[in-house]
């Protein structure tokens, strides 16, 4: 669509933020400048949601699920991985020698 030749009040002349930060890891590193080593869930982007009217719940925040979080658990599975493969290829080595 064009734009006309003046802005619509409220409409083109208003700026809104955006509703969502970002969810990956190193979207939130770039947004907020940080270092590989500084905690990445400190600094999601979090929201407030409002309990429904007339309940006397306080409202609480909501943030994003991170995705390529590299945690503990991720590292662990990683060398697991790596070691299966390596225990193969000796196996593998091993039948060889054994066949021929």
Same mark, same amino acid.
């Given at each position: 669509?064009?734009?006309?030749? *003046?802005?619509? #009040?409220?409409?083109?002349?208003?700026?809104? =933020?955006?509703?969502?930060? %970002? @969810?990956?890891?190193?979207? !939130?590193?770039?947004?907020?400048?940080?270092?590989?080593?500084?905690?990445?869930?400190?600094?999601?982007?979090?929201? *407030?949601?409002? #309990?429904k009217e007339?309940?006397?719940?306080? =409202?609480?925040?909501?943030? %994003? @699920?991170?995705?390529?979080? !590299?945690?503990?658990?991720?590292?662990?599975?990683?060398?697991?991985?790596?070691?299966?493969?390596?225990k193969q290829? *000796?196996?593998?080595?091993?039948?060889?020698?054994?066949?021929?």
């Amino acid at each position: 669509a064009k734009r006309g030749k *003046e802005p619509i #009040p409220d409409l083109t002349n208003k700026v809104l =933020p955006r509703r969502l930060g %970002p @969810k990956r890891a190193n979207n !939130i590193r770039k947004l907020f400048n940080l270092e590989k080593s500084d905690d990445v869930r400190m600094y999601v982007v979090r929201r *407030e949601v409002q #309990p429904k009217e007339g309940s006397s719940r306080k =409202p609480k925040t909501k943030a %994003p @699920k991170i995705q390529r979080l !590299i945690t503990p658990e991720r590292l662990q599975r990683k060398r697991r991985r790596a070691s299966k493969i390596r225990k193969q290829r *000796e196996h593998s080595k091993q039948q060889a020698a054994a066949y021929a």
